[in-house]
């Protein structure tokens, strides 16, 4: 059986909206006992991670509460570099859509992911998703991203008025795997059925099918 760990949520995304998206993805896996998720608090983090489970989603920003302290951070050089320790041993790990969110460009985290987040706009657009056999559109917040293409395989991207971005790439990282997956912010994003196939799929990848 997988043992896939979730840390869901921050200030600006619910947890339960991730959580609902997460596990009805993960339905026919969970229905067939295939794969346990379990879900986690960041002060288990790293606690978690020395258990080497099979891998990690984090929908959680660095930032604790950007309304009132825009420094408070909860991801120290040490919860970074257990992480990367982690995956280099053989652990998977989605950053999806807010875990690229405002974590230090320069910082341990952000070079194994090989890409970060950069800006939405104000306003939720129509957005339109494509690549590896999957196209779809919602209403979601256009993330647009900075990505090092030459280090990674691309397989999603995005567009809507505002532009176009890169939205999903992987890549291994020492005997792990990283993917970074930027849709979807609205509950009903979430829960559009092509959404939580790419979501299905990225799990799988990142736990080693």
Not at 50 to 77: N, Y
Not at 111 to 132: I, N, R, T
Not at 191 to 205: I, M, P, Q, Y
Request: charged share 25%.
């Amino acid at each position: 059986m997988k043992q896939i760990v979730a840390m869901l949520g921050d200030y600006y995304h619910r947890e339960a909206d991730s959580r609902a998206s997460l596990l009805a993805a993960l339905q026919s896996q969970l229905g067939e006992g295939s794969i346990n998720v379990r879900f986690i608090g960041k002060d288990q983090l790293v606690g978690v991670l020395s258990e080497q489970p099979d891998a990690v989603v984090l929908f959680a920003e660095d930032r604790l509460t950007p309304q009132e302290d825009e420094d408070a951070k909860w991801m120290t050089d040490e919860i970074a570099a257990s992480i990367v320790r982690y995956v280099e041993a053989g652990g998977g790990w989605l950053a999806w859509h807010s875990g690229l969110a405002s974590y230090d460009p320069q910082g341990d985290y952000v070079s194994m992911l090989k890409g970060y987040f950069l800006s939405h706009p104000s306003e939720h657009q129509p957005v339109k998703y494509s690549g590896d056999n999957i196209a779809f559109e919602i209403m979601d917040e256009h993330y647009f991203v900075e990505c090092r293409t030459e280090e990674t395989e691309v397989f999603l991207r995005s567009s809507s008025i505002d532009g176009a971005s890169i939205a999903g790439w992987r890549h291994a990282h020492g005997a792990g795997r990283v993917l970074c997956l930027t849709p979807a912010h609205r509950p009903e994003g979430l829960l559009h059925a092509d959404v939580l196939k790419l979501l299905e799929r990225s799990v799988v990848w990142c736990a080693g099918e």
